[in-house]
């Protein structure tokens, strides 16, 4: 009995537990089997350690649970609102660089506008009255010079030209026995001399004209400075053309009507001296006329004046029309009307041009346009 007592006795273990360590003890020799079983507690420690971090994750989780409307209670926004703003970031990156483009584009067309715009003096160098002064005479030396050339080259042909000058004369003369004299010896030499001048400045007159252009250039706009050459060409152009038609339309009329007093009793027998001066005066007086066109397109070019403006003081034109060719012309009417239709005619032209290519008045921007976006 004693013996039983002392004898101590192993755990009683499950049948089923008993048998599966019988068999692993019995499969595995001592040292293999004692691994076995600190590498199962070892996996269990671990297991045991995740599922403490995976609660305490939800715990988490749970605490600050989102609200999809609201967001969650820990401030972080709504997982719409997210991924709007991931969506927008990524649209903002992408129009970025497009935004910066454009607005490049916008301040080089506006830098190109600004510098068309921007007269040649804008940068603080006014030009002082004595250099304008400076300025004229180096422009009519050099219109001076070029008459000089014209004078000339002409004079070679000074005999053709005033056989040319007093055609239209010498024609209404020879029905009635008319001459033309001259009652001072060097008269006829002197006129030879000036028609020489009056050809020679008709030859040259593209580049008085360009001259005279220059001199205006320093308050224009550097836009406006490329046209200068095409004006002065047109200018030489309408003032041959003037002189041309105050030649061959005006001359045979007003001649025809002031010969028409001569009778047996009354001959006439003008000078050289006084036909060269009546025919220089009208030939030149047809030809400034004929710049009116030129004259209105530059003022509606500058923005002076309109098309609408010339038709609504059309009536005042008119008059001022009628002033201006009793100034130029002989005290007669004939002339008058002579140079008077000729002006309205070239109004009109005027006001057609000032439309085609004058200046358009900017347009008040719609409402459409200067709405913002909603």
């Known amino acids: 009995m004693s013996e039983e007592r002392d004898t101590p006795q192993d755990p009683v273990l499950p049948p089923e537990q008993e048998a599966g360590q019988s068999e692993s003890e019995t499969c595995l020799p001592p040292d293999n089997a004692k691994a076995a079983r600190e590498e199962e507690n070892g996996e269990d420690t671990v297991l045991h350690l995740s599922d403490s971090a995976h609660d305490i994750a939800d ?63 804008a940068g603080g160098n006014e030009m002082t009255f004595t250099e304008h002064l400076e300025e004229l005479r180096k422009r009519l030396t050099r219109c001076l010079v070029a008459a000089f050339v014209g004078l000339l080259v002409c004079y070679g042909f000074a005999e053709q030209l005033f056989l040319q000058l007093m055609a239209p004369l010498i024609e209404q003369l020879a029905p009635s026995g008319g001459t033309l004299i001259y009652t001072g010896l060097p008269e006829a ?39 200068i050459v095409p004006i002065a060409l047109c200018s030489a152009l309408c003032f041959v053309a003037g002189a041309l038609f105050g030649y061959f339309i005006v001359f045979p009329f007003g001649f025809q009507f002031f010969l028409g007093y001569a009778t047996d009793f009354i001959k006439p027998m003008p000078s050289v001296k006084e036909y060269f001066g009546f025919a220089t005066s009208m030939l030149f007086a047809f030809g400034f006329i004929f710049e009116l066109p030129l004259f209105m397109l530059f003022l509606s070019a500058l923005g002076v004046v309109t098309h609408k403006t010339l038709r609504k003081h059309r009536k005042y034109a008119i008059l001022a029309n009628f002033i ?16 008077a239709g000729p002006l309205l005619l070239l109004y009109e032209i005027g006001i057609w041009v000032s439309y085609v290519f004058g200046k358009r008045p900017k347009e008040p921007e719609s409402d459409a346009q200067s709405a913002t976006p909603a």
């Open 189 to 227: 030499f002197f006129t030879h001399l000036k028609v020489a001048a009056i050809a020679g400045l008709f030859l040259v007159s593209p580049y008085i004209f360009y001259q005279l252009w220059m001199f205006i250039a320093p308050g224009l706009y550097e836009g406006e400075r490329k046209w």
């Open 59 to 121: 715990g988490e989780q749970g605490d600050g649970e989102a609200d999809p409307v609201h967001g969650d209670l820990n401030g972080e926004p709504p997982a719409d609102e997210a991924l709007g703003g991931v969506e927008q970031g990524t649209a903002d990156e992408h129009s970025v660089p497009t935004a910066l483009e454009q607005a490049d584009e916008a301040f080089a067309e506006e830098q190109r506008i600004a510098a068309k715009m921007t007269p040649p003096n």
């Open 324 to 339: 201006v060719a009793a100034i130029l012309t002989p005290p007669d009417v004939v002339s008058q009307l002579l140079m």
